[in-house]
């Protein structure tokens, strides 16, 4: 089965700094990659995402890379804000099996 | 008006008691789920269910049993509760349209005494 491995699993970041996180897949089948942000006390919050067939995209302070050839793919985060700090979680979505695979997640701190 | 909606949001009970968590969702989605998240924050899937039918079981002992009356609802119930159930636990659902998109409810936190 698909295997998702994410790091770091904390990162700690002065506010107006970039946060980077980044994750590797095994199956080379999964051909949708999102980002989910959990706030203490909620539910994951998917916040942005990627398919196979783009290398890049952004969404204001947040960008999403994919290297398909390499499995890796990773989420930066610009001019960091105290309301980023959060866990980040990357996951891989395979088609076939309708199964989505979580990263172990990143919980990022944000210091003013 | 919440999309995604479990009860209850926190849940304390002894060893060996049997258990409900609730779920609902409005937003019309066809496909369920429940994901159990440990201690280290780790989300691992434990059933998916598409219009009312079981689809994924994961390797979830037998204890756990989830039950869909309708598809805007996926209740779980586990018997015998265990220490080692303690967890967080969410409810989340997805369009058959696009169903790599999950929203997740704000999850039941299960702590067993």
């Known amino acids: 089965g698909e295997n998702v491995e994410q790091h770091p699993s904390t990162l700690s970041v002065q506010e107006g700094d970039s946060a980077v996180i980044k994750c590797t897949y095994s199956d080379s089948a999964s051909n949708y990659f999102p980002w989910y942000k959990q706030e203490l006390g909620k539910g994951p919050q998917l916040i942005i995402d990627?398919?196979?067939?783009?290398g890049e995209k952004k969404d204001q302070r947040i960008a999403v890379t994919l290297n398909k050839t390499a499995k890796h793919f990773s989420l930066h985060i610009t001019e960091t804000q105290p309301e980023d700090s959060a866990v980040y979680f990357c996951a891989a979505f395979k088609a076939a099996g309708n199964k989505l695979t979580f990263g172990g997640g990143t919980r990022v701190l944000v210091k003013p | 008006d919440t999309a995604v909606s479990q009860t209850p949001k926190y849940l304390v009970t002894q060893m060996g008691n049997d258990k409900s968590i609730k779920c609902e969702q409005n937003l019309g989605h066809d496909t369920m789920y429940w994901y159990k998240q440990d201690s280290k924050k780790f989300l691992k899937i434990m059933f998916s269910y598409n219009n009312k039918e079981l689809i994924i079981n994961e390797t979830v002992p037998n204890r756990f049993s989830p039950k869909s009356p309708d598809k805007a609802h996926l209740n779980l119930h586990i018997n015998s509760l265990e220490l080692g159930d303690s967890a967080v636990y969410f409810c989340a659902s997805s369009d058959r349209a696009t169903n790599e998109k999950l929203f997740f409810g704000s999850g039941t936190q299960l702590s067993v005494l």
């Open positions: 990627i398919r196979s067939n783009v």
